[in-house]
């Protein structure tokens, strides 16, 4: 496996936790036919689509001598190395050392690969250590399998470590004083009480003074995959259809770097479903990415040390939780120093 | 293969650059939501009330308005 058990806490901590599922990218970065390299989880990847759409992640990483997979060719089936050629199947097994057929290394599977299922437009892979090979259970989010819910996926890069992006939202307040002049996050006081509410799934932050006025409340759920829920009215000129939800996931890309994916959702049916769903493409999405932006402007503007000098305060449980959590699980998923 | 860093596109939802009909279909959209309100009478209404009509110029009824929504908004 590339993964393994016996990396640090501390490289977990930092490059994502092993043992679940993560979204990697949107699934139109890879078209049919066609191969992409990526990197998560602080490592080498590549995607490989047949014609026919199946879709698998194998390391990017020749079983020979190591070149990278991704230079090589898409042989429809298989992917050939560049370097000498060797031929390795979309499950890891090399079927062909062209330069010494009957090889040993033919019909072996010596390359990893990870288990994939694409969801509301996104790759989502399992990322097991080696002693962690089986996908671990995967509850998708209600949102994005609820047929009366709509969705849009907004996909960005950030240079930000990962924790900080899903901290991001774990801090609710930020939204009052960031995105005061969004087209969102306008109202509501500035000033409030939090608390944690515990589920079977995760947790929920939230405010105890005020709902449905500004980014109120966050649930963190982990369900194989960690994804937030979370809800934000909408002004009068979205129309019908209320507020809209976010079901947030990221990408843990290495040390420094995230995807985010965001699902803009709402509960609408009908002509007010796809009034809205005008009215994002051609007006919406803009202001939604504005929003967006001032995130990625304040994370990827932290420095290194953030969390090294803090003084924190009560509205900051959430993201204290979120660390202990994490960091717990990383020590857990350790066996470096056992 | 592209493989640049960072992917940035604030726009991802879209099959075309909205037309000048659409943008203003839009924006007029918006203006009604706000100021006449949200059931699909106030929508017809609002919007020809301002003139602001089918792509044919034919005002609009509940039927050709839903039916031009879910053609843009599918
Ligand atoms: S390194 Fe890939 S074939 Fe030799
Ligand atoms: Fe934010």
């Keep these: ?338 | 293969m592209t493989d640049t860093w960072p992917y940035l596109d604030v726009h991802q939802s879209r099959t075309h650059e909205p037309t000048p009909y659409e943008y203003k279909l839009a924006a007029t959209l918006e203006e009604v939501f706000t100021r006449e309100g949200h059931e699909l009478t106030d929508v017809v209404r609002g919007l020809n009330a301002r003139q602001v009509h089918a792509a044919d110029g034919s005002p609009w009824t509940e039927e050709s308005f839903r039916a031009e929504m879910n053609r843009l908004g599918a």
């Design chain 1, 1 to 338: 496996m590339t993964l393994s058990s016996s990396a640090t806490a501390d490289h977990i901590y930092a490059t994502g936790l092993r043992n679940q599922w993560h979204a990697v990218v949107p699934s139109h970065f890879v078209a049919p036919g066609a191969m992409r390299k990526v990197t998560a989880l602080g490592e080498q990847w590549l995607l490989f689509r047949r014609s026919d759409g199946a879709l698998s992640m194998l390391a990017d990483r020749c079983p020979h001598r190591g070149a990278p997979l991704s230079l090589g060719k898409h042989l429809g089936d298989r992917v050939a190395c560049w370097y000498h050629g060797v031929e390795v199947e979309p499950d890891g097994t090399v079927s062909s050392v062209p330069g010494l057929p009957g090889c040993s290394l033919e019909g072996k599977k010596l390359v990893t690969s990870l288990p994939v299922r694409e969801v509301a437009g996104a790759i989502l892979a399992y990322f097991g250590d080696e002693e962690h090979p089986e996908p671990a259970e995967l509850t998708l989010p209600e949102p994005l399998t609820d047929p009366d819910v709509d969705a849009f996926l907004c996909y960005a890069e950030w240079d930000a470590p990962w924790r900080y992006a899903v901290e991001n939202l774990l801090d609710p307040m930020h939204g009052a004083f960031l995105h005061h002049d969004s087209h969102t996050m306008f109202d509501g006081d500035t000033t409030a009480k939090f608390r944690i509410r515990e589920t079977a799934r995760g947790y929920f932050f939230e405010k105890t003074d005020q709902r449905g006025v500004n980014f109120d409340w966050v649930e963190l759920c982990r369900t194989g995959v960690d994804w937030v829920d979370l809800s934000i009215p909408y002004p009068p000129s979205a129309g019908p259809g209320g507020a809209f939800g976010i079901v947030g996931m990221v990408c843990p890309v290495d040390v420094r770097r995230t995807g985010v994916f965001f699902w803009r959702y709402r509960r609408v049916q009908d002509w007010q479903r796809a009034s809205w769903r005008f009215l994002y493409r051609t007006l919406i999405e803009q202001r939604h990415w504005d929003v967006l932006e001032q995130d990625r402007v304040m994370l990827e503007a932290m420095p290194a040390d953030a969390d090294q000098r803090e003084n924190l305060y009560q509205h900051d449980l959430g993201v204290v939780r979120l660390r202990r959590l994490y960091r717990a699980a990383a020590e857990a998923q350790s066996t470096a120093g056992a």
